[in-house]
């Protein structure tokens, strides 16, 4: 049986999620000003660029190479060059095609919101509602049979992870994606500072800050550490680094006229 509390701690990053996502777009539309289409762009870019043509890459790589559990260290390197290409040229694709009348600051924040806010909706919609879903049917007891298209061995590795971990599992996702959140605001004022100044050197960096970031949270996917204090830790001090970043950015942007 999966207990109430932790069903209730399930319920409470997707809900956080949608919270951080308007609550964003309200506390920015006071300080700065806010502009629906990055928004939208932004929404829809990360969908785009992350979760369907970054998404086929992985499919075609792990097709091509099973055991690349077994590889950290070239798994993690994989995953967090990826993630930085995938996020920040489909940043650059859509400020350059799409944006080109919100090259500001504020179009740089209303962009952010949008792909970090949706981020943050999407994963812990199929992160928390997953681990839901499977907790109902645990509960009912219906959970073999629902499942039975699954081998035996996968049926039971996710029942076991579902009834063991604890709740502040799910309270640590929550805050997380409010740490992972002013990253990306951050990462997208870099894109469009670099095409503000005509710099693409911006672009590379903020690829490699974003490989750079990612890489111990890919290479802790594979098991190589678990301690989730630690990993909300590190997020912690990006964010941090992130926060200030979004602060100075403003003025960096009216020194390049924008």
């Known amino acids: 049986m999966v207990s109430t509390a932790k069903i209730i701690a399930m319920f409470v ?39 369907v043509l970054e998404k086929i890459l992985h499919v075609v790589v792990i097709t091509s190479f099973p055991n690349y559990a077994d590889h950290p260290l070239a798994w993690g390197t994989y995953g967090a060059l990826a993630a930085g ?37 999407l994963l812990m919609l199929m992160v928390c509602g997953q681990a839901l879903v499977f907790s109902f049917m645990l509960n009912d007891g219906t959970f073999e049979s629902s499942m039975a298209q699954l081998p035996s061995d996968q049926l039971a590795t996710i029942k076991e992870a579902v009834l063991n971990q604890g709740a ?69 001090v990006v964010a941090i680094f992130s926060f200030l970043f979004i602060k100075r950015a403003k003025t960096m942007f009216l020194e390049a006229g924008k």
């Open 13 to 51: 990053p997707i809900i956080f999620s949608f919270v951080l996502f308007i609550g964003l777009i309200l506390f920015y539309k006071k300080r700065t000003g806010v502009s629906a289409r990055p928004i939208i762009l932004g929404a829809v870019g990360f969908i785009v660029f992350t979760q």
């Open 168 to 236: 502040s599992f799910y309270y640590l996702a929550a805050l997380e994606r409010l740490f992972a959140v002013f990253l990306q605001m951050a990462l997208s004022l870099l894109v469009l500072l670099g095409i503000a100044k005509k710099k693409f050197s911006y672009v590379i960096l903020a690829i490699l800050i974003h490989a750079g970031i990612d890489f111990p949270i890919v290479f802790a996917q594979v098991g190589q550490f678990t301690n989730l204090w630690i990993i909300e830790g590190y997020l912690a």
């Open 85 to 121: 290409l995938f996020e920040e040229l489909g940043r650059f694709i859509l400020f350059t095609w799409l944006l080109k009348k919100f090259h500001d600051y504020k179009g740089g924040i209303s962009f952010g919101i949008g792909w970090g806010g949706i981020e943050a909706i």
